[in-house]
């Protein structure tokens, strides 16, 4: 797997200690600058052809930029009290934080997610016009905490339930721990062997991938490990048919972020 960066991301130690609130803990400033200013340095050509040649997968270890990074990690730093914790047997075991408290309390995630630069680089790298999903969507941009002993996701694809393609970034915010990504390539290619691979990402370091093609894990936490990682979903039809819709909201209110998120806009929006 090419590697087109190179990364030595020490975060200050006052972004790991975090006190303020999640609002106040952003800095001031726009995302979409900092994507641009970095996109502009990357060979996006040569991406794009790893991208492709791998089965619709990609990892950079180093994208963000430190600023940009070090304001995600006092973020997660600040919301990790208020996680949704799920425990499924066999399966997985952690915590998350939907969009919908992102958004209440962390709205320089929210800004970032809607880049616009963020979103014509991906475009180039996927070859696909992409969207934003729709604001019901808890699982649009989401934080993922493994913090306990055991912590987990089971081998699984991030299935799409739009009627167009979803396309998942994974973006490393801290890592202090063993778990890795480990996952699969061309596993829906009959025509390719698969090919097994496995990555720690580094804060500011990112992985983009077909949710439908890429078969993956995260390998449990160990003691006094904390890794925290944001997810970014990007879609290229944002229609979605009821029966759809309905299986997906059970799937993230049992396995992430609890009935009462997933579905407060049914409950009024409290």
């Avoid at 989401?142 to 991030?158: C, F, K, S, V």
């Avoid at 396309?167 to 061309?186: A, F, K, P, Q």
């Avoid at 997810?231 to 819709?245: A, I, K, N, S």
Wanted: charged residues 25%; aromatic residues 10%.
């Amino acid at each position: 797997m090419s590697e087109h960066a190179t990364s030595d991301l020490t975060l200050a130690a006052t972004a790991s200690h975090a006190k303020t609130p999640a609002t106040q803990a952003t800095l001031p400033g726009r995302p979409d600058a900092a994507v641009a200013r970095v996109t502009s340095q990357l060979d996006t050509p040569a991406l794009r052809a790893d991208f492709e040649r791998q089965g619709a997968f990609l990892y950079l270890d180093k994208f963000l930029a430190p600023e940009e990074t070090a304001q995600l990690v006092a973020l997660a730093r600040a919301m990790q009290p208020g996680l949704n914790r799920n425990y499924l047997p066999g399966h997985k075991q952690g915590g998350s934080v939907s969009r919908h408290t992102i958004d209440e309390q962390a709205p320089f995630i929210a800004e970032l997610y809607r880049s616009k630069a963020l979103i014509h680089w991906l475009e180039q790298i996927s070859g696909d016009k992409l969207q934003v999903c729709p604001d019901a969507d808890p699982h649009a941009y989401a934080l993922y905490y493994y913090t306990r002993p055991g912590d987990h996701i089971g081998w699984h694809y991030d299935t799409s339930y739009y009627d167009g393609r979803r396309y998942t970034l994974l973006i490393g915010v801290l890592d202090e721990s063993s778990c890795r990504l480990d996952y699969e390539l061309h596993t829906r290619n009959p025509d390719i062997a698969d090919e097994p691979g496995s990555v720690q990402i580094p804060p500011g370091g990112i992985v983009l991938f077909d949710g439908d093609k890429l078969r993956h894990r995260i390998t449990p936490a160990g003691p006094n490990e904390i890794r925290v990682s944001l997810t970014f979903e990007y879609v290229t039809d944002p229609g979605m048919r009821p029966w759809l819709r309905f299986i997906s909201n059970m799937k993230d209110a049992v396995a992430y972020f609890g009935f009462r998120q997933v579905f407060r806009r049914l409950l009024g929006g409290k």
